[in-house]
């Protein structure tokens, strides 16, 4: 059964705080993204990995990394979050450039 | 930076009507375009691809592409109350990485 998880479902932390978002894919997909989604604004691409090692930034990068070390495991890492990165963060696997992507249950992140 | 608009932003329909939803991308060089369907509180799921000029039915979907004006269409018949979502149109292109980048969204409310 194809399954992208995302860990946590829920965070809250402060501002200034380091946060680690977490996806894995039991697809061995090689294409992973992270997006976030916010009220009008549909899904923005923060970082796409085509990937181990392999990550290009999106439309969004400022203020967030990535880390793909396995091709099944892809995290996003917000340094000192500020309180404007509160979203819902989404990640997402696909086989390939143009391909079907598959989307996490997202991870709602709440900055005080 | 590729933008992908949609409209309109909401659209209210009757059970058993039809509705139609706009997609247009201001990158000459977009070649796929997706549309995903995103229920309240869930995450996007393909609801159909196309990547050639014409039409592609499945079911009660027509989704509709013209690649020289880069727009595409969806048409909903026969709308069911479960059809009410979220409606993101996706677009990539090859020279840019083929980062997927998706609309702003329509609202869709289909009333019984």
């Known amino acids: 059964d194809m399954k992208v998880t995302q860990m946590p479902r829920y965070l809250i932390k402060r501002m200034g705080e380091n946060v680690l978002l977490e996806c894995g894919q039991d697809m061995s997909h090689e294409t992973m993204y992270w997006y976030r989604q916010d009220p009008g604004l549909g899904l923005q691409l923060i970082y796409i990995s085509y990937d181990v090692d392999s990550n290009s930034e999106g439309d969004i990068p400022k203020g967030y990394r990535v880390s793909r070390k396995k091709r099944e495991h892809f995290s996003l890492i917000l340094d000192s979050a500020k309180t404007n990165q509160t979203s819902v963060y989404f990640c997402?696997?696909?086989?390939?450039?143009?391909?079907?992507?598959?989307f996490g249950s997202g991870t709602r992140l709440t900055v005080l | 930076q590729q933008k992908v608009q949609q409209s309109p932003e909401s659209l209210i329909v009757p059970e058993g009507g039809m509705a139609s939803l706009n997609c247009t991308s201001s990158d000459r060089n977009v070649d796929y375009f997706w549309w995903y369907r995103q229920h309240s509180g869930k995450s996007p799921k393909m609801l159909m691809s196309i990547f050639s000029n014409g039409e592609k039915e499945e079911g009660r979907f027509t989704v509709h592409l013209n690649k020289a004006s880069l727009h595409t269409s969806l048409h909903i018949r026969d709308s069911q109350p479960s059809d009410s979502a979220l409606y993101l149109c996706a677009a990539s292109n090859p020279a840019g990485g083929y980062k997927v980048v998706f609309g702003s969204g329509t609202r869709l409310l289909v009333s019984p």
């Open positions: 997402a696997s696909s086989s390939g450039t143009a391909e079907t992507l598959y």
